[in-house]
């Protein structure tokens, strides 16, 4: 197993981290987007590196495959660039966020 979602409530007491978002930017428009998803507890689940070369393991190949299909899956989406390390992944995607909900059947549900 790859592993499970789970959803992660704000907590002031713990999260500190100062929001980097333009005020008046409207993150819902049509952009380019930078996203950084790291592994629960930044355990190294996804491969290892090896004299300077990312080796991914069974895990990393499945993310990998995973997201090179999400433009196939959203069509409003395109996919730039993209990097799998051993605890996390990022990606550059261009798009419209409101267009990708429009799309039912591929929309994301952590609750279903």
């Not at 004299?51 to 393991?57: R, T």
Request: aromatic letters at 10%; glycine letters at 8%; one cysteine or more.
């Amino acid at each position: 197993s790859v592993g499970t979602l789970r959803a992660i409530k704000y907590n002031p007491d713990i999260h500190h981290r100062r929001s980097v978002r333009l005020q008046k930017f409207d993150y819902a428009s049509q952009g380019f987007y930078f996203i950084t998803i790291c592994t629960q507890g930044r355990e190294c689940l996804l491969g290892a590196v090896t004299d300077g070369v990312m080796e991914l393991n069974d895990a990393g190949r499945i993310v990998t495959a995973v997201w090179n299909d999400l433009s196939g899956r959203f069509p409003h989406v395109a996919l730039d660039r993209s990097i799998v390390m051993p605890n996390h992944i990022r990606e550059y995607i261009t798009g419209n966020p409101l267009k990708w909900e429009s799309d039912n059947e591929n929309t994301f549900n952590p609750n279903s």
